[in-house]
């Protein structure tokens, strides 16, 4: 009750004195400090050391002493302005694996925003090469129907070569040429400075959090009139958290400062040199494409796009496919087997030719005589080479000899000689003239025979 009374009898409040708790780390803490004056030690490092000293607690507590020690700073970065049509923004995304035909890719994006008005394109591919990197390019372009005048890139090889600290970027030269195609220039990133590009880094952050959360995704075909739709619906037409404008609205405005489009679209294709195979297949991203029989093992130029594969011989198109990103199929235009059919066939039609004219001396005229006469010369060789597998060589023979001398050309001819010289007739027997006793006992008297005498001869 003394307290009690004791409190109530206090005009403010005290809160209670409490002795902290005593904590392995106590005899270790002025070390701690001591190392972290000296070094910048990670918290790690410190527990590492000073369990060599003998602690054995846990790294928890170490970690909470060396936050407190040494409080972690937060980096400041200054909020970039662009004017309209100054710059665009691009960078890749990646969401999980998606299917492709019997297979399965993992599934990227292409994110492009413009600075000014937070106008975004996005479109979904299975690979990240250059050309599909250009590709996205083109497409966001018509999809604004104008060009930036300056794109913002990350440090990937589709852009940079090589970045040395202090010194220009090597850009990559084709990406250099489709720059100067459409009128930009590219500007890149410092190295390990992705916030230089804040504004597309929120895009694909955007992107991934409200259209590929929780969306199903059965093939990859299906994705891309979703993601059109999302555009127009939602991306492009919502209160921008930082502008507090809609994107659509805004540019309108930086329209006027964008760069038209030229006439020409810029041949974004990769170029590499490739040798047709001697089933004239032509093996690209595990899968195999066909080119004309009569190119197989022959050099040749390959162009690869994201939607179609060419393939060129001497400077001529030869070969032309839809590309698949399935893998392992055989992909092969019916019109290409054909020259190689048509050879065999005439291999096989000369084999037979052959063998015709090996049957006999006179078989070179008879072949002439028959092609002279008969429509279908073929047709007849190839009976007459098939008589010489059922009759004896020498009997065919014979018979071409003498169907030439008689100017039968007909293979019929020659089936009719021989059945004839085949046949098996009866041996001839006792001639017979009649069996009536009758007729038999006739007695015939003797011609008179001096009728056939000339009138000379008459007495």
């Not at 050391?49 to 400041?76: C, H, L, M, N, W």
């Not at 594969?309 to 032309?320: H, Q, S, V």
């Not at 392992?328 to 190689?340: N, R, T």
């Amino acid at each position: 009750m003394r307290t009690v009374k004791k409190r109530i009898d206090e005009t403010q409040f005290k809160p209670r004195k409490s002795s902290p708790r005593a904590s392995k780390l106590d005899p270790f803490k002025n070390d701690i400090v001591r190392m972290l004056e000296a070094h910048p030690y990670t918290a790690i490092q410190i527990f590492q050391r000073i369990r060599e000293q003998g602690f054995d607690g846990q790294y928890s507590i170490v970690k909470e002493y060396v936050r407190k020690v040494r409080p972690p700073k937060t980096r400041a970065f200054l909020t970039l302005s662009f004017a309209p049509g100054e710059c665009a923004q691009v960078d890749w995304g990646s969401f999980g694996a998606v299917n492709v035909g019997s297979t399965r890719r993992r599934l990227s994006f292409f994110v492009m925003v413009l600075c000014y008005s937070r106008m975004m394109y996005v479109e979904f591919t299975v690979s990240q090469t250059m050309e599909h990197f250009l590709g996205c390019h083109q497409n966001a372009f018509e999809f604004f129907g104008l060009a930036p005048k300056k794109i913002m890139v990350d440090n990937l090889k589709s852009a940079v070569l090589k970045r040395i600290v202090g010194q220009a970027p090597v850009f990559n030269p084709k990406y250099l040429d489709f720059a100067n195609h459409y009128g930009f220039t590219i500007a890149a990133c410092n190295v390990g400075k992705g916030n230089e590009k804040g504004r597309v880094e929120n895009g694909v952050g955007y992107v991934k959090k409200n259209l590929l959360a929780g969306l199903d995704i059965p093939d990859v075909a299906a994705i891309h009139p979703a993601a059109r739709h999302w555009l127009d619906t939602i991306a492009n037409v919502r209160i921008h958290g930082e502008t507090r404008e809609k994107p659509l609205v805004r540019f309108e405005n930086e329209r006027p400062y964008l760069n038209p489009l030229p006439c020409h679209c810029f041949d974004i294709a990769t170029v590499s040199q490739v040798r047709a195979s001697s089933q004239f297949r032509v093996v690209v991203d595990a899968n195999r494409y066909s080119v004309p029989a009569e190119y197989a093992g022959r050099p040749m130029t390959l162009k690869t796009y994201p939607d179609r594969i060419c393939l060129y011989c001497d400077n001529k198109l030869i070969a032309r496919h839809a590309r698949s990103y399935d893998r392992h199929q055989d992909v092969e235009d019916p019109d290409h087997p054909k020259q190689l059919l048509l050879w065999r066939k005439k291999a096989r039609e000369q084999k037979i030719i052959m063998r015709f004219l090996a049957l006999s001396p006179k078989a070179d005229q008879y072949y002439q005589k028959l092609e002279q006469r008969r429509m279908n010369l073929f047709h007849h060789v190839q009976k007459i080479v098939a008589l010489s597998e059922i009759y004896d060589p020498e009997t065919v023979a014979r018979a071409l000899e003498d169907a030439f001398t008689f100017q039968a050309f007909s293979c019929e001819y020659i089936v009719n000689l021989l059945e004839q010289r085949t046949r098996r007739l009866p041996k001839p027997g006792a001639l017979h003239l009649t069996r009536r006793e009758d007729l038999l006992d006739l007695t015939v008297e003797s011609p008179d025979l001096t009728i056939y005498h000339t009138d000379k001869e008459r007495p």
